[in-house]
C-alpha cells in the first residue's frame, strides 16, 4: 500500500520560499501522478499543483502559477512543491496525494479536477506566511 509522509512546511514571511516534500514509501510510486492540495481553515480544499508519472506534464491552479513549483525525483520516490513569493493567503495544511491513470499516455497525465480519484493522501503540513 502506497503511503505518503509530507515535511517541509514551516513559518515564513511575505515573500520567502519553502520546498516542501512528498515521500511515498510501501510501494513504488512510479506509477502515480502526485498532486499537492491545500486547505486553509473555513475554507473548502483547493488543488495546488500536479505532475504525471513521467514527469512532463505538470499543471497549477491559477493563484500559484509563476509561484510555485513542482516535480519530482524517481531515484528518491519524492515529489518537491517549491513555493516562492508566499503571501499570507498561501497559509493552509497542505497535502499530498497520489492517484493512478489508465489507458493512453497515462504516464503523461496531470489533473487537479477528480479530486476522489487520488486514492493516497499524507497527513499534511502545515505553512504560514505571516504578513
Known amino acids: 500500500q502506497l503511503q505518503l509522509d509530507e515535511s517541509g512546511g514551516g513559518l515564513v514571511q511575505t515573500g520567502g520560499s519553502l520546498r516542501l516534500s512528498c515521500a511515498a514509501s510501501?510501494?513504488?510510486?512510479?506509477?502515480?501522478?502526485v498532486g499537492w492540495f491545500r486547505q486553509a481553515p473555513g475554507k473548502e480544499r483547493e488543488g495546488v499543483a500536479c505532475?504525471?508519472?513521467?514527469?512532463?506534464?505538470?499543471v497549477y491552479a491559477d493563484s500559484v502559477k509563476g509561484r510555485f513549483t513542482i516535480s519530482r525525483d524517481t531515484a528518491e520516490n519524492t515529489v518537491y512543491l517549491q513555493m516562492s513569493s508566499l503571501k499570507p493567503e498561501d497559509t493552509a495544511i497542505y497535502y499530498c496525494?497520489?492517484?493512478?491513470?489508465?489507458?493512453?499516455?497515462?504516464?503523461?497525465?496531470?489533473?487537479?479536477?477528480?479530486?476522489?480519484?487520488?486514492?493516497?493522501w499524507g497527513q499534511g503540513t502545515q505553512v504560514t506566511v505571516s504578513s
Open positions: 510501501g510501494v513504488t510510486g512510479d506509477y502515480y501522478a
Open positions: 505532475i504525471s508519472v513521467s514527469g512532463s506534464r505538470t
Open positions: 496525494a497520489a492517484r493512478l491513470f489508465t489507458g493512453t499516455g497515462w504516464r503523461d497525465r496531470a489533473t487537479l479536477s477528480e479530486v476522489s480519484d487520488f486514492g493516497a
